[in-house]
């Protein structure tokens, strides 16, 4: 229940005031593993609109403990941009269609932006 008063606030409270609120809106990151899968998982979340906006990073290094052993490794990243309310599903979804064992899906709320852009991220991703 919370979650659904906070989000009829926030929404009050912009309208009210015309300022965007921050933490309304979210960036995720989330790893994968080549290319194609990157494109596949973006489309899939643009398909759900789950996001107004998915960039693909190009390939970069990475290291890290995997079962207690150093490893390296090449990876792409996707940053999705989206409303902070669909971050949940977001992942729900991604860990759902995602080969990685345990995927890197996280996110941080936008505190401030371009009004135009934010509002168009709004429009962009059903809020339900």
Not at 35 to 61: C, F, G, H, T, W
Request: aromatic content about 8%; proline content about 5%.
């Amino acid at each position: 229940m919370y979650p659904v008063l906070r989000s009829l606030a926030l929404q009050l409270h912009s309208a009210v005031t015309g300022s965007y609120v921050s933490g309304t809106h979210s960036i995720a990151f989330i790893n994968c593993l080549n290319e194609q899968i990157a494109k596949d998982i973006a489309r899939a979340i643009m398909d759900k609109k789950l996001a107004a906006y998915v960039n693909i990073l190009p390939k970069s290094s990475a290291l890290y403990f995997w079962k207690g052993e150093l490893e390296e490794s090449t990876e792409i990243l996707l940053l999705v941009k989206t409303r902070t309310s669909k971050i949940d599903e977001l992942s729900n979804y991604v860990r759902s269609i995602h080969p990685f064992e345990i995927p890197e899906i996280i996110s941080l709320p936008i505190d401030q932006g371009n009004p135009l852009y934010l509002k168009w991220i709004e429009e962009s991703v059903p809020q339900d």
